[in-house]
T-cell receptor
Framework: DAKTTQPPSMDCAEGRAANLPCNHSTISGNEYVYWYRQIHSQGPQYIIHGLKNNETNEMASLIITEDRKSSTLILPHATLRDTAVYYCIVWINTGKLIFGQGTTLQVKP | NAGVTQTPKFRVLKTGQSMTLLCAQDMNHEYMYWYRQDPGMGLRLIHYSVGEGTTAKGEVPDGYNVSRLKKQNFLLGLESAAPSQTSVYFC?????????????FGSGTRLTVV
């Protein structure tokens, strides 16, 4: 499975868009990009995933570059409740979802 | 629909004691997983199962055993607990072969070995 690189921490002002980057330069053609978040000590929560095209759901948008070597998770209007650790993962559902260190997003009032 | 349920939620063990953590899911998921998370770190995969009666090793399997006798349950056993196994343990499940669906995680078991 491809490894990912994320900045260890980011800040965002409440109400503004939060853009979380992820590099996955060794991603293979059949690997999907998944994003999860973990709020405080709770279990991780699925956010969104994609293969090639940009994706949007009620929680976030996912922008994947044309060469698929990087992606950006966008929280359009961040709230204090979005403060969490965000994990970017590449995966082909082989049964081994491997988490990296993630990005700690701090949303500030 | 309870999702993924972990029992117990908290436990304190003495070094050398044994215990079993139970993970139960009611979503008919084929895949189930056990992760551990240490302070300030990401999740590390211990063992996983791709179906009833199957198990496989993850990143950090030493000191743990697992069993998947029923599709809905995945048990994690510590035969002789060590302080290094103090951690938060998360169970997760997913559909097999479904890339349009992520994992569902339980709320965690906080284990302290003294």
């Amino acid at each position: 499975d491809a490894k990912t690189t994320q900045p260890p921490s980011m800040d965002c002002a409440e109400g503004r868009a939060a853009n979380l980057p992820c590099n996955h330069s060794t991603i293979s053609g059949n690997e999907y990009v998944y994003w999860y978040r973990q709020i405080h000590s709770q279990g991780p929560q699925y956010i969104i995933h994609g293969l090639k095209n940009n994706e949007t759901n009620e929680m976030a948008s996912l922008i994947i570059t044309e060469d698929r070597k990087s992606s950006t998770l966008i929280l359009p209007h961040a709230t204090l409740r979005d403060t969490a650790v965000y994990y970017c993962i590449v995966w082909i559902n082989t049964g081994k979802l491997i988490f990296g260190q993630g990005t700690t997003l701090q949303v500030k009032p | 629909n309870a999702g993924v349920t972990q029992t117990p939620k908290f436990r304190v063990l003495k070094t050398g004691q044994s215990m079993t953590l139970l993970c139960a899911q009611d979503m008919n998921h084929e895949y189930m997983y056990w992760y551990r998370q240490d302070p300030g770190m990401g999740l590390r995969l211990i063992h996983y199962s791709v179906g009833e009666g199957t198990t496989a090793k993850g990143e950090v399997p030493d000191g743990y055993n697992v069993s998947r006798l029923k599709k809905q349950n995945f048990l994690l056993g510590l035969e002789s607990a060590a302080p290094s196994q103090t951690s938060v343990y998360f169970c997760a499940s997913s559909y097999s072969g479904r890339r349009d669906y992520g994992y569902t995680f339980g709320s965690g078991t906080r284990l302290t070995v003294v």
